[in-house]
Structures are given as structure tokens and as C-alpha cells.
């Protein structure tokens, strides 16, 4: 049985102030809640902010929006899976589209990511999905394929079960179209049965697969509801409380 996941990933938005603001209200809106794991993915700067505000119950996870997978060094700009453990995370989002279309990441980096977190004894959450492009041309379950394969090369089956794959098809993300629950369960039974193949069926069982792009309150229940859905990556709604709590309130 696996437990569901809903992780809020708040992109370029809140800093520290507006951070303990939005933690507090969110964990107003969350009492009550259970049997379910919630995450957070503020901004870097955000992170001290929003591990002072979570104080009180419910449980949130703390996580990070991107790592670096060396653990010190001369690499400008970045954070390492150590320092962002020491922050108080136990998450972080990799690969995720806009990191790939803006700051040209891809599936090897995410990699190596991946190792560097899951060494820290941190939880990988890593990003998948294809454009439109993709999808018109009838290439979406072959891209996903080849995107998963190529981002979790090299993690034996122990540790497999410890990431979570997120789908997030592109032409989704931040435009109101959300894939048809249909369309993200196929997916998600694709993604499933390349999990198999990588780590075995016990493995692949327990791994949380959530989708993401334009989840909101109207469409979270019947998404939430798909055999292999297991979870939903939320970035716009995530940054209302009342609308994030409530999505939650459809996984359990
Ligand atoms: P969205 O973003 O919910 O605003 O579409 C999801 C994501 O990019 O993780």
C-alpha cells in the first residue's frame, strides 16, 4: 500500500517572510489531515524561514527545487545534498522541465543528482514527461522511457525504492491543460512497468508516482483516484493554502 505524496513546488516564488506566512496558513489548513506524507519545495533562501515555521503538526516535509551532486567545491551558484540536509530537507525535485528547457539540464545530470541525494540519505523526487510535440507525433511513452532510464542509470534495486518519479507532461505545466486522467494513467502504468524492469516488481510497487501539470481542486480527485497515481507534484495551487489543503484532502 503506498502511502500518497503531495509535494508543493513553489518555483521562483516567496521569500522569507512570505514563506512563514504561507507555512503557517498552510498548516492551519492541513490539521486534521492523515494518512498522508505533504511536502514543500521553497525557494533556496527560503528554507531556513519555512523550517522555523514548521514547528507544530501536522508533518510537512522540507525539500529543495534542485541540487547539486558534488558535496563541496568550486561550482558557483550551487547547493550541495549535504548542505540542503542540514537545512532541514529531505527532498529534492530533480530534473524538472523548466530546469531542463532554461538552464539546460539533462537525464545524465539528473543522475547524478540522483546518486548524490540518495548517498546524503535524501529522497530523490525525479522529474519526467514530454512535450507536445512529443505527444502529437505519438513519441510520449518512448521519450518517458528513454528520460527514466537515462535519469536513474546506475541505482541498484536497493535504493531504487527509495525515489520518487514524478510525470510531468510539458505542454501541462503552468497552462491550465492537465492531462486527462485517462492519459495519466497510461502513463503512470508505463512508468510503473519501467520501474519493474529496473528494479523488480516488489520494488516498483512501492514507488510513489506522481503527476504534475496544473493540478488544481477541480481536477485533483479524479486524478488522485487512478490505480498508479500516487501523489501530485502542485505548483501554482501550492501557493494557496486553502486550495494546496485541499487538493491533499482528495489523495486520502
Ligand atoms: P503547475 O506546476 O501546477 O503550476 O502546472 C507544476 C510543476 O511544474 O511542478
Given at each position: 500500500m503506498r502511502i500518497p505524496l503531495l509535494i508543493g513546488n513553489w518555483k521562483m516564488n516567496k521569500g522569507p517572510s512570505e514563506t512563514a506566512e504561507l507555512v503557517e496558513g498552510l498548516l492551519?489548513?492541513?490539521?486534521?489531515?492523515?494518512?498522508?506524507?505533504?511536502?514543500?519545495?521553497p525557494p533556496f533562501v527560503s528554507l531556513h524561514a519555512a523550517k522555523g515555521a514548521l514547528v507544530r503538526p501536522p508533518m510537512v516535509l522540507l525539500g529543495a527545487q534542485n541540487c547539486h551532486w558534488a558535496e563541496s567545491g568550486a561550482f558557483t551558484g550551487?547547493?550541495?545534498?549535504?548542505?540542503?540536509?542540514?537545512?532541514?530537507?529531505?527532498?529534492?525535485?530533480?530534473?524538472?522541465?523548466?530546469?531542463?528547457?532554461?538552464?539546460?539540464?539533462?537525464?545524465?545530470?539528473?543522475?547524478?543528482?540522483?546518486?548524490?541525494?540518495?548517498?546524503?540519505?535524501?529522497v530523490p523526487v525525479v522529474c519526467v514527461g514530454e512535450t507536445l510535440d512529443e505527444?502529437?507525433?505519438?513519441?510520449?511513452?518512448?521519450?518517458?522511457?528513454?528520460?527514466?532510464?537515462?535519469?536513474?542509470?546506475g541505482i541498484e534495486a536497493g535504493s531504487l525504492g527509495r525515489v520518487?518519479?514524478?510525470?510531468?507532461?510539458?505542454?501541462?505545466?503552468?497552462?491550465?491543460?492537465?492531462?486527462?486522467?485517462?492519459?495519466a494513467q497510461?502513463?503512470?502504468?508505463?512508468?510503473?512497468?519501467?520501474?519493474i524492469k529496473l528494479g523488480g516488481a516488489a520494488v516498483a510497487d512501492g514507488i510513489r508516482i506522481l503527476y504534475g501539470?496544473?493540478?488544481?481542486?477541480?481536477?485533483?480527485?479524479?486524478?488522485?483516484?487512478?490505480?498508479?497515481?500516487?501523489?501530485?507534484?502542485v505548483g501554482g495551487a501550492s501557493l494557496d493554502a486553502q486550495k494546496f489543503a485541499s487538493i491533499v484532502r482528495f489523495s486520502v
Open positions: 492551519a489548513a492541513l490539521e486534521g489531515i492523515s494518512g498522508v506524507d505533504v511536502g514543500i519545495a550551487e547547493i550541495s545534498p549535504s548542505m540542503l540536509a542540514e537545512c532541514g530537507c529531505s527532498f529534492a525535485i530533480l530534473g524538472h522541465s523548466e530546469r531542463r528547457q532554461f538552464f539546460g539540464e539533462n537525464d545524465s545530470g539528473v543522475s547524478k543528482r540522483a546518486h548524490a541525494l540518495l548517498k546524503a540519505g535524501m505527444r502529437e507525433a505519438g513519441a510520449h511513452l518512448e521519450v518517458v522511457e528513454k528520460q527514466l532510464t537515462a535519469s536513474l542509470e520518487v518519479i514524478a510525470y510531468e507532461p510539458v505542454w501541462a505545466i503552468g497552462t491550465g491543460k492537465t492531462a486527462s486522467p485517462e492519459q497510461q502513463m503512470h502504468e508505463h512508468i510503473r512497468k519501467i520501474l501539470g496544473s493540478v488544481t481542486p477541480d481536477n485533483a480527485a479524479i486524478l488522485l483516484k487512478q490505480p498508479d497515481i500516487d501523489g501530485a507534484l
